[in-house]
C-alpha cells in the first residue's frame, strides 16, 4: 500500500505530463484541416479572349469573373493547340513526343493523374469527354469500357468512351456512358447538364472524404446548338440544328455549370478547402470571330500562332489563395501533375512540369523564363501546323528556324531576320534555341488520319 502511494507520487507528475500531451495531440490535429479536394475542370476548344475577365466583350462569364478576382487569374497558359495532344499532356505531365501516338488516344500504360490521387487516397471522377480509347483507329482495347478505371477514376459519366459520336452526339438525346452502362437516349436531355449533375451528385456523396473530379467539358465545341436557356431550344426541330451564334449561348451556359458546381461545394461546406481550376484545351474554333477590348480575335484552333495555345486558366482556392491576383507568367500544361502531386507531397513522378502550388497559396513567381511546345498533331486537316516551338512572353521562335516578336507581330506574318535583331534580342534568340535543341525533330512523314 505505502509502495502503491509512493510510487503516484512520483509518476502522477508524469501521468499529467502524458495525458496532456495526448489530447493536446487531439486537439491539434482537428485543427489541421482534410487534405483539399481538387477538381480540375478543362473546357473544350475556348481561347483566353473569351473570358469578360480577359477582355471579352463578345461574352458574359460571371462566375469564372468572379472566381478569378478572388483567386488566382493566370493569364499566360500555354496549351497544346489541340484537344487530345492536351489531355494527354495535362493527364500525364509529359511532353507530346514522349506519349502522344494517335490522335483521340491514351495509351494505357501511362499514368494520370487520376491514379496519382486514387493512391493517396482520394476519391476519383470523371466526368465529360473521354475519347481516349482509339476508336477511330480501333486501337487494342478501343471498345473498354473499363479504361476510365484503369486511369485512377472510381466513376464515370462521359461521352465517346466506347462509341464514336456519330452514334450520338454530346448535346441535346446525348450518348452518355455511365459507370459501364449506357444511359438511355432523352432528346430532352442535354448532355453537359448531364454530367454535370453526376459530378453534383459526387460531391454530395464524398463530402467527408478528399476527392478528386476531372471535366473535361463537352462545352463549347462544336456544333453551335442551342441549349436550353436558349430560346431555339423550346422546338425540337431547331434544337439540334446548328449556327455560329449559338456559341455565345453555350459559353454563357459553360460559365452556368461551374456556378453550379461552386454553388454546391457552398452548400456542403467545403468550398474553402477545395482548389479548382478551370483551363481550356486549345484555342477558340477556327469558324468563331469574337469582340475583345483589343480587337477582333479569330480562333486558331490547331494552329501554333498564340490564339491556337493561349488559353484562359483560372483557380480557387478559399482557404489558401492568401492573396488574389493576376498572374502572367508562364504555365505550361505539363505543370499541373507536378502541382497536384506536390499538394498530395509525393514525387511527381517522370512529369516534365513544374509545380506552381506556391503559385497559388503563396503567391510565388515560377522560376521559368521560357515555355517549349512540341505539336505534332496527327490530324490530318491540321498537319500543315506541326512543329516545335519554344517562347517567352513576348518571342518565339521556331524549330524550323522562323522567329517572332509575338506583341508587335501577333499573327506571325513576318519572321525576323538576324540582321534585324538587337543584341538582347539575339540572346534570347539563343536562349530559346538552346531549349530546341533538347526536342528531337518531327517524323519527316506527316500524318495521313483526316478526322473531323
Wanted: net charge positive; charged share 25%; aromatic share 12%.
Amino acid at each position: 500500500m505505502c509502495y502503491f502511494k509512493n510510487l503516484i507520487k512520483v509518476k502522477f507528475p508524469l501521468v499529467i505530463l502524458v495525458i496532456f500531451f495526448v489530447f493536446s495531440n487531439c486537439e491539434s490535429q482537428k485543427k489541421l484541416p482534410k487534405q483539399p479536394n481538387v477538381i480540375l475542370i478543362m473546357a473544350d476548344d475556348i481561347g483566353f479572349e473569351c473570358l469578360s475577365i480577359n477582355g471579352s466583350t463578345s461574352y458574359k462569364t460571371p462566375v469564372l469573373d468572379s472566381l478569378a478576382r478572388t483567386g488566382v487569374n493566370f493569364t499566360r497558359a500555354i496549351s497544346q493547340p489541340l484537344c487530345t495532344p492536351s489531355r494527354v499532356k495535362i493527364m500525364t505531365g509529359k511532353r507530346n513526343y514522349k506519349n502522344y501516338e494517335y490522335f483521340t488516344y491514351l495509351n494505357p500504360n501511362q499514368k494520370t493523374f487520376g491514379n496519382l490521387f486514387k493512391e493517396n487516397g482520394y476519391k476519383t471522377a470523371i466526368v465529360g469527354k473521354w475519347q481516349l480509347n482509339g476508336l477511330q483507329q480501333k486501337i487494342d482495347g478501343y471498345e473498354d469500357n473499363t479504361r476510365p478505371h484503369h486511369f485512377g477514376f472510381d466513376e464515370y459519366s462521359l461521352w465517346q468512351l466506347t462509341q464514336l459520336k456519330k452514334q450520338g452526339e454530346r448535346f441535346s438525346n446525348p450518348l452518355i456512358e455511365q459507370n459501364g452502362k449506357l444511359l438511355n437516349r432523352d432528346p430532352d436531355a442535354y448532355g453537359p447538364d448531364v454530367v454535370s449533375n453526376y459530378a453534383i451528385d459526387f460531391i454530395k456523396r464524398n463530402k467527408d472524404n478528399p476527392f478528386f473530379i476531372y471535366y473535361p467539358m463537352l462545352l463549347v465545341h462544336n456544333p453551335f446548338v442551342p441549349t436550353p436557356d436558349s430560346k431555339a431550344w423550346d422546338s425540337l426541330e431547331t434544337r439540334a440544328k446548328p449556327d455560329n451564334k449559338f456559341f455565345i449561348d453555350m459559353v454563357a451556359y459553360m460559365d452556368k455549370i461551374i456556378g453550379n458546381i461552386v454553388n454546391e461545394l457552398k452548400v456542403q461546406g467545403i468550398a474553402e478547402n477545395t482548389l479548382l481550376i478551370f483551363v481550356g484545351d486549345n484555342g477558340t474554333n477556327l469558324n468563331i470571330v469574337s469582340n475583345t477590348n483589343n480587337g477582333q480575335v479569330k480562333g486558331a484552333k490547331g494552329n501554333t500562332i498564340t490564339h491556337g495555345n493561349h488559353v484562359p486558366m483560372v483557380a480557387s482556392w478559399p482557404a489558401s489563395v492568401k492573396k488574389p491576383k493576376s498572374y502572367n507568367g508562364l504555365i505550361n500544361f505539363s505543370d499541373f501533375y507536378a502541382t497536384f502531386a506536390a499538394i498530395l507531397n509525393v514525387e511527381k513522378d517522370n512529369s516534365d512540369g513544374v509545380s506552381f502550388e506556391d503559385t497559388l497559396t503563396e503567391g510565388e513567381e515560377l522560376n521559368r523564363e521560357t515555355a517549349t511546345i512540341y505539336y505534332d498533331p496527327m490530324w490530318g486537316k491540321n498537319s500543315g501546323f506541326r512543329n516545335i516551338f519554344s517562347q517567352t512572353d513576348r518571342y518565339k521562335l521556331y524549330k524550323s528556324g522562323e522567329f517572332y516578336d509575338m506583341k508587335n507581330d501577333l499573327l506571325e506574318k513576318k519572321s525576323l531576320k538576324d540582321t534585324e535583331l538587337s543584341e538582347s534580342q539575339l540572346l534570347i534568340k539563343e536562349k530559346l534555341q538552346k531549349n530546341l535543341d533538347q526536342y528531337p525533330d518531327l517524323p519527316k512523314e506527316k500524318p495521313t488520319l483526316n478526322i473531323k
